[in-house]
């Protein structure tokens, strides 16, 4: 049952409370998309690569395919650095220059190392792959800090 949270144009408080809670109750375990907006912002990425596994998303949110990625990404949980294509179109190839890997949208790529472990782009971005691709970089991550 759905809760209106106006009732004869009068605010109800604890209807609106409840939609805020329900809300706030669905979205806990689904991922949060934090905005890379400049240089530095991708420098710490990298640099946080060398400590654990970091996710960047490449979304332009005007493309039908990169909302499908973005809705496989949600289901991750967690905060995903996303750099807007559509509106920081110098920072996503300044990335692809950095990296050596062609520029796509939707794409993500995993850094480990203060390297890309793994990338991904269109149809291949699903919740399972990413998943796969995040615990391999973390196996690989503790496999070179004991020395093996």
């Not at 530095?40 to 990169?66: A, Q």
């Not at 991750?76 to 062609?102: K, Q």
Request: aromatic share 4%.
């Amino acid at each position: 049952m759905a809760y209106s949270s106006q009732m004869n144009g009068v605010i109800d408080d604890d209807a609106e409370e409840h939609d805020q809670a329900m809300v706030s109750k669905k979205n806990a375990n689904e991922s949060q998309f934090v905005d890379v907006a400049g240089t530095e912002e991708v420098d710490t990425l990298f640099s946080r690569s060398h400590e654990e596994p970091v996710l960047v998303f490449k979304h332009d949110p005007w493309c039908i395919v990169s909302a499908m990625a973005h809705r496989q990404l949600k289901q991750l949980g967690g905060d995903i650095p996303t750099i807007n294509v559509a509106g920081s179109e110098a920072l996503s190839l300044g990335l692809a220059d950095r990296t050596g890997i062609r520029h796509e949208s939707p794409q993500v790529m995993v850094l480990s190392g203060g390297e890309v472990a793994w990338t991904a782009s269109h149809g291949a971005i699903t919740r399972e792959a990413v998943e796969d691709a995040l615990t391999a970089a973390r196996q690989a991550t503790r496999s070179t800090a004991d020395g093996s």
